[in-house]
């Protein structure tokens, strides 16, 4: 499993937490070149999967809140953990099945 993969502009390693900490994981930045760049083959997967999760934890999270009246702390952090999870999971999928472009 890779960790690092080079810019397509200038070459230099990118990394899945420069991944993880870009606004997407779709639309990146080089930390070097300050290039905008793009992970092809993985928008479609990547989207849906994003919107399946964010469905699935808002069903969750509201029938917690019913059944506790009100939204307990424990069910937000579980979230939160969720999320940051699957943000993680999605940089590492573009560092090793993704190929990146720059972007037009």
Known sequence: ????VPCPACQKAISVLRVATAPTPLHLRCPHCLRPLQAKN???PIV???I????????RLIQESRVVNGLPGKA???GLVIVIGFDLLASLAVINLGKLTERK
């Open 48 to 50: 849906l999967a994003g």
């Open 1 to 4: 499993m890779k960790t690092s």
């Open 76 to 78: 937000l952090l579980l």
């Open 42 to 44: 993985l928008t479609l």
């Open 52 to 59: 399946a999760l964010g469905v699935l934890l808002g069903q």
